[in-house]
């Protein structure tokens, strides 16, 4: 009597034990898809699929590092196992963006779809020979997921992606480049050239045996017979002169005679001779 009226309450135990062990396998294999499927900050995932849409189970799954994508593969395969033509990955990629407005540059050969953050923002899933696309994109500070649907039809396979901060906010040692604006640069103060003393004539010397000198510096006007410079003087006119003695170990106006110094007494306007 007593096990009839235990069975009733272990076989609930036994299976509400077996539904837990179940759920645990079930959310274990959940989380485990959902961790291979997410994005990497800083590289990107990769999934090869067989055919051009991107779509189905992936063939294999690898790893890009870098924020972009510079990809030639020529008429070759992307890895072991990937046919070298009618392919098809999905890369995605979790990158950090300061806030402000992007330029995303990208090329393809073939096809290639680009979505943000699940908004697809360009499409160009169509045979092509390389040909490069931009576009524009304002983004909030964080991180954003970026995915990038790619196929290779037949002959050549070249994927590239890469963008530039044009606006916005920037956090010190990133952001976009600015340009100095051209202009005509001030100029730089040189040294400023020390005029020359006026050149004056030497003073001659004081005759051997002599305490003194008499020098004369004057302006003579030649009066000549005939226009030529030999011709013979027939006047002379001294209308501006100064006369002054020489001494030995004197000094005029700080000029030096050849071997000694000398002042000058007087200045005087000789009258015309």
């Known amino acids: 009597m007593n096990q009839t009226q235990r069975a009733p309450i272990l ?25 291979s499927a997410s994005a990497q900050t800083g590289s ?8 051009t849409t991107a779509t189905g189970t992936p063939i294999l799954t690898s790893t890009i590092a870098g924020s972009n994508l510079s990809l030639d593969y020529g008429a070759g395969s992307p890895a072991a196992g990937v046919p070298t033509d009618n392919w098809s990955a999905v890369y995605v990629s979790q990158q950090f963006f300061n806030q402000g407005t992007y330029e995303f540059v990208v090329g393809s050969d073939d096809g290639v779809r680009v979505f943000i953050d699940g908004a697809l923002v360009l499409d160009r899933f169509t045979g092509r020979v390389y040909t490069e696309d931009r ?3 304002s983004l909030t500070s964080g991180n954003h997921t970026i995915r990038i649907d790619y ?9 590239t992606f890469q963008y530039f901060q044009t606006s916005g906010a920037l956090t010190p040692g990133t952001g976009f480049a600015t340009v100095t604006p051209f202009g005509t640069p001030a100029p730089t103060a040189g040294p400023t050239p020390t005029p ?28 000549r017979g005939a226009p030529f410079l030999g011709a013979p003087v027939v006047g002379r006119d ?6 002054g003695r020489v001494l030995r170990g004197q000094r005029q106006n700080g000029e030096r005679n050849t071997d000694d110094e000398y002042e000058r007494d007087s200045a005087h306007k000789p009258d015309s001779a």
């Open 44 to 51: 990107w995932t990769v999934q090869y699929y067989n055919g």
């Open 11 to 35: 076989v609930p135990g036994i299976m509400l034990a077996a539904l837990t062990v179940a759920l645990l396998a079930l959310a274990i294999g959940t989380f485990s898809a959902v961790f």
């Open 135 to 137: 576009f524009t994109q």
């Open 238 to 243: 001294c209308w501006r002169g100064r006369r």
């Open 151 to 159: 196929f290779e039809g037949i002959d050549l396979s070249r994927l």
């Open 196 to 223: 020359l003393p006026p050149t004056r004539t030497p003073l001659p010397a004081i005759p051997a045996g002599a305490l003194s000198g008499t020098v004369v510096r004057a302006t003579v006007l030649l009066v």
